[in-house]
């Protein structure tokens, strides 16, 4: 099981340590120095796709692929309704069989294996317990 402590370093800040010791200042979006909860998750959705597709890109392509993950939600919006994750690959050095393979691939290896999209497609049920 993984748990993340948040801990209040200053006003509308938190850091984020995981039992490894690695941490992410957090804090309200617009904030200089800290990532949002939505840039972390879609940092992390992003970083789910680009680990799950490295060593196939990078197999075929010599690089690795670039991830992009968006909030397509309205503004002003609390809730997200979409989030777009743009992966770009080089494949300029492969015929289009070649690139129609590794596109199958990748798509099937991220529909199978990531567990951040996948969670998020199919949402999640969070259990909240405030303890005393």
């Known amino acids: 099981m993984t748990t993340i402590r948040t801990e209040r370093t200053g006003e509308h800040v938190f850091t984020a340590v995981n039992d490894r010791g690695a941490s992410v200042a957090v804090g309200r979006a617009g904030q200089d ?12 959705a992003a970083t789910c796709v680009g680990i799950t597709a490295e060593e196939l890109v990078l197999r075929r392509t010599g690089s690795a692929p670039v991830v992009d993950a968006t909030d397509v939600r309205p503004p002003g919006a609390h809730e997200l309704d979409g989030v777009r ?4 690959i080089d494949m300029s050095g492969l015929d289009d069989a070649a ?9 099937r290896a991220v529909n199978a294996l990531c567990t951040v999209t996948r969670t998020l497609k199919r949402s999640t049920a969070i259990d909240m317990v405030v303890a005393p």
């Not at 690139?99 to 798509?107: F, G, I, N, W």
């Open 85 to 88: 994750v743009d992966v770009g």
């Open 33 to 44: 120095g800290v990532f949002s909860p939505v840039e972390l998750l879609l940092a992390a």
């Open 99 to 107: 690139r129609q393979e590794l596109l199958d691939v990748v798509d």
